[in-house]
C-alpha cells in the first residue's frame, strides 16, 4: 500500500505507467497538497461524506492529495479507487489513513491519464468521488 507521501507512480496504482520514484521535491509537493500550502487547484468530492481532492500539475505530472472528513469507527478502511483515461474499470490505488486535517491519501500520476475519476470507498460502497479534468 501507499503510505502518507509514496515514493510511486501510477505503475504502482496498476495503470500502466513505468516505475518512477518521485524525488525530493515531488515528495514535498505531495506534503504541500496535503497541507493545504502552496499553489494547488481544488475539487470538491461528491457523495455522503465531506472531501476534497488538491491537485498540482507540472513536469508531466499531476500530484493529488484526497482530504476525505468521514466517520471512522476502529474496524472502518477507508480505501482509494482510481480510474484514468484509458482504463475500463476502476482499481484499488491506497488506504486513507488518518492525518491532523482526516482521512488522507496522496499520489502522482502522468498528465497524460487524465481525465482521472477518483472514489472513496468503504468496502464496495462509494462514499466519495471526483474527478482531475484534463488541462486545456
Known sequence: DLHSFPTRRSSDLQ?????ENLSASELATLENLQKGMGNYKTIKMTGSGIGEIRYESKNGK???????????????VYTLYLKDALASDFVKADTLVMGKGGLTASAAVSSDKLPLQIQVRLGEQVVLSGEIQAEK
Do not use: H, R
Not at 15 to 19: C, R, T, V, Y
Open 15 to 19: 495503470l500502466g505507467q513505468e516505475i
Open 62 to 76: 499531476v500530484f493529488f492529495s484526497v482530504n476525505a472528513n468521514l466517520a471512522v469507527d476502529n474496524n472502518q
